[in-house]
Nanobody
Framework: QVQLVESGGGLVQAGESLRLSCLAS????????MNWYRQAPGKERELVAR????????KYADSVKGRFTISRDDAKKTVYLQMNNLKPEDTAVYYC?????WGQGTQVTVSP
């Protein structure tokens, strides 16, 4: 059974950091590109960051470039999202995703 379980969300103040984790199971994690999406209230879900399975290349939304870093540990079947210098506009539910499914999401709230 495919499963993605996110953790690490929370309430922080602007300028602080959080690290999200997504533990995968039920599929060959190393064979897949992994993504982090987010959805803020009243807005569409958007791609935040992507990491390729081969070569580890990454891609970021313009709004998070220079502040967020995506990484993966294939041995631990985990993908991470390090978020620094958080802003109130980063407030959203963050989802881990690959071509075979979505996680349940973790809430990130950034206060001014």
């Amino acid at each position: 059974q495919v499963q993605l379980v996110e953790s690490g969300g929370g309430l922080v103040q602007a300028g602080e950091s959080l690290r999200l984790s997504c533990l995968a199971s039920g599929f060959t994690f190393s064979a897949y590109t992994m993504n982090w999406y987010r959805q803020a209230p009243g807005k569409e879900r958007e791609l935040v960051a992507r990491i390729l399975n081969i070569g580890g290349g990454t891609k970021y939304a313009d709004s998070v470039k220079g502040r967020f870093t995506i990484s993966r540990d294939d041995a631990k079947k985990t993908v991470y999202l390090q978020m620094n210098n958080l802003k109130p506009e980063d407030t959203a539910v963050y989802y881990c995703q690959f071509s075979g499914g979505w996680g349940q999401g973790t809430q990130v709230t950034v206060s001014p």
